[in-house]
């Protein structure tokens, strides 16, 4: 019978005192938000509400302040996500298919991409969209957070192709079907958890993207909530927590309901168990 060392032992302890702070950390500015959401009197100090109420909620549930930030983050969020897939896809499957000189050096290129700061950027393109008269223009919005979105998605969308096995196309193909034929019908349907993990990673970051928004869009009528939360810190004189708190809240469910229904329709087994055999 084995016996551990008393050094495993303790290297298992200071993991475990480790992980358990790192825990706390996270957990203490969630429950800030949560307790003081329901706090007419919260502060930036974390304390159980005297009396719990619903009236932060009811202050910041308007139509200008709540439902149309919330309406643009998602025409933005979903558009970004929804473009970004279809050109990622569409780059990925001759990259990972077809074996070609320059494949390594445009690899190469995109992972520059991904590097680039989008703060360096900025000046060149706001002066590209005054001259094409695209400032304050949602779709001039989505495009441009999408080709910034584009590198990643189309590295992990590559990553995900390569897994579907070439031999299941070449069938398709003897059967008369075209590439594009195939990538449709053949490889899309079984890569479509990957193409849902990257339509959440695009999502998810136009969602909280605050800069490009704030730089591009000047109305108030087309900014994102992610905006509006900024113009929340000062409208009022002060800050005032507990509403802070409740929009914090307000804000994130979407995206809470979005991980639920990706997971939900397509999460679990994957698709390609049982596609080769035989």
């Given at each position: 019978?084995?016996?551990?060392?008393?050094?495993?032992g303790?290297?298992?302890?200071v993991?475990?005192?480790?992980l358990?702070?790192?825990?706390?950390?996270?957990?203490?500015?969630?429950a800030w938000?949560?307790?003081?959401s329901?706090d007419?009197?919260?502060?930036?100090?974390?304390?159980?509400?005297?009396?719990?109420?619903?009236?932060?909620?009811?202050?910041v549930?308007?139509?200008?302040?709540?439902?149309l930030?919330?309406?643009?983050?998602?025409?933005?969020?979903?558009?970004?996500?929804?473009?970004?897939?279809?050109?990622?896809i569409?780059?990925?499957?001759p990259?990972?298919?077809?074996?070609?000189?320059?494949?390594k050096?445009?690899?190469?290129?995109?992972?520059?991409?991904?590097?680039?700061?989008?703060?360096?950027?900025?000046?060149?393109?706001?002066?590209?969209f005054?001259?094409?008269k695209?400032?304050?223009?949602?779709?001039?919005?989505?495009?441009?957070?999408?080709a910034?979105?584009l590198?990643?998605?189309?590295?992990?969308?590559?990553?995900?192709?390569?897994?579907?096995p070439?031999?299941?196309?070449?069938?398709?193909?003897?059967?008369?079907?075209?590439s594009?034929?195939?990538?449709?019908?053949?490889?899309?349907?079984?890569?479509?958890?990957?193409?849902?993990?990257?339509f959440?990673?695009v999502?998810?970051?136009?969602?909280?993207?605050?800069?490009?928004?704030?730089?591009?869009?000047?109305s108030p009528?087309?900014q994102?909530?992610a905006?509006?939360?900024?113009?929340?810190?000062?409208?009022?004189?002060?800050?005032?927590?507990?509403?802070?708190?409740?929009?914090?809240?307000?804000?994130?469910?979407?995206?809470?309901?979005?991980?639920?229904?990706v997971?939900?329709f397509?999460?679990?087994?994957?698709a390609?168990a049982?596609?080769?055999k035989?």
């Amino acid at each position: 019978m084995g016996l551990s060392s008393p050094s495993g032992g303790s290297l298992r302890t200071v993991s475990s005192i480790l992980l358990a702070l790192i825990g706390i950390i996270f957990a203490l500015p969630m429950a800030w938000v949560v307790l003081a959401s329901f706090d007419k009197t919260a502060t930036f100090a974390l304390a159980w509400p005297a009396k719990p109420t619903l009236g932060n909620f009811t202050a910041v549930l308007t139509p200008d302040q709540a439902f149309l930030p919330l309406r643009n983050s998602l025409l933005i969020s979903a558009g970004c996500a929804i473009v970004t897939v279809i050109a990622a896809i569409l780059a990925a499957y001759p990259l990972s298919r077809y074996k070609a000189r320059f494949n390594k050096r445009f690899l190469y290129g995109i992972l520059f991409g991904t590097a680039l700061p989008i703060t360096a950027m900025m000046v060149p393109v706001y002066s590209l969209f005054v001259a094409l008269k695209l400032i304050d223009s949602l779709p001039g919005t989505v495009l441009f957070m999408a080709a910034t979105s584009l590198p990643t998605a189309i590295w992990m969308m590559k990553n995900f192709i390569d897994s579907v096995p070439i031999v299941l196309e070449e069938a398709a193909w003897v059967d008369g079907a075209s590439s594009m034929r195939a990538l449709w019908s053949v490889v899309m349907p079984l890569m479509r958890p990957g193409i849902a993990v990257v339509f959440i990673l695009v999502f998810v970051q136009a969602w909280g993207n605050f800069f490009v928004p704030f730089v591009l869009l000047l109305s108030p009528g087309y900014q994102p909530a992610a905006v509006s939360i900024f113009t929340f810190f000062g409208q009022y004189g002060a800050v005032v927590y507990g509403q802070l708190a409740a929009y914090s809240l307000i804000y994130s469910v979407p995206v809470l309901a979005l991980y639920v229904l990706v997971y939900r329709f397509f999460g679990g087994t994957s698709a390609l168990a049982g596609a080769v055999k035989g």
